[in-house]
């Protein structure tokens, strides 16, 4: 049976995960949830399988992807599941996924999945590196084939309560929900900028443009961070909590620049 997959990255963490689980199920459809939000129009996938996978933000999901899930039509769906990529908590983030849903089908989620995957917030956390970031990937993959089991299965897992994580999210998500899009007025491009053009590619809401050559920040920012971890200089930087100058930096180590401009939206 086909499976849609639905997915939004930042720094390539949810791409990889989709990328991989479609290789192991097969018969599967990778599309990014920017690229259909171009259209004002409601969502009605294939009927089959649908997967959702994005990042966790504040211990909820993107925006972007809630927006996505307010005009996504599952009622041909024989199976809807979640996978929400995290570095540190966010089973919350599944539960308001399946909430969203319910708002605006007679289903929401049959299952929910974690992956843990590297962080890539520095203005929170020094990311982690080298060795570290191997292990945390091979571990993903081991628990993606679980997943895909599962899927298989098409078994039925009910959301959990996660009570840290959704107490996380009640402190912290309003405020980022509210002030996300103007957020990229933190960003700040030094003169170590060479002008490639990186940071343009790999947004996935085209929030950003060159003028003069330098980047310019349109205001419906996801806060993904997409540019500052692709930078190859490290010429953008964050001024959010404790910054992020000589904090080092993540993306996905098998997920280029490429890759990452093929699923932008058109949102300019």
């Known amino acids: ?93 599944l539960k308001m996924m399946n909430n969203d849903l ?26 982690p590196s080298g060795l570290k970031v191997t292990k945390i990937l091979q571990d993903a993959d081991i628990r993606i084939k679980r997943i895909a089991e599962s899927i298989r299965e098409e078994k039925h897992q009910k959301i959990g309560m ?25 960003f700040s491009v030094s003169d170590a900028c060479t002008g490639c053009g990186a940071c343009v590619k790999v947004c996935p809401v085209k929030n950003i443009s060159f003028e003069n050559e330098r980047p310019v920040y349109h205001h419906h920012c996801e806060l993904c961070c997409a540019c500052l971890n692709y930078c190859p200089v490290q010429a953008i930087d964050l001024s959010l909590l404790r910054g992020t100058k000589g904090r080092g930096r993540y993306h996905h180590p098998e997920v280029s620049v490429t890759d990452m401009n093929q699923g932008q939206g058109e949102f300019l």
Not at 26 to 47: A, H, R
């Open 1 to 93: 049976m086909n499976t849609t997959l639905y997915y939004f990255s930042g720094t390539g963490n949810s791409f990889s995960v989709a990328k991989n689980l479609a290789s192991i199920l097969g018969d599967t459809n990778i599309i990014s949830i920017p690229s259909v939000m171009k259209e004002s129009s409601e969502v009605i996938p294939p009927s089959g399988k649908v997967g959702i996978i994005c990042p966790v933000y504040d211990a909820g999901i993107p925006v972007l992807v809630r927006e996505f899930l307010s005009r996504l039509n599952i009622r041909n769906s024989s199976y809807v599941f979640g996978i929400a990529t995290f570095a540190g908590t966010g089973g919350s983030a």
């Open 102 to 127: 319910l708002e605006h089908n007679t289903k929401g989620l049959d299952a929910g999945f974690l992956v843990k995957m590297p962080g890539n917030f520095p203005p929170l956390y020094v990311p």
């Open 162 to 186: 996660f009570i840290l994580s959704s107490l996380m999210q009640a402190a912290l998500y309003g405020g980022f929900a509210k002030s996300v899009h103007t957020l990229d007025e933190k």
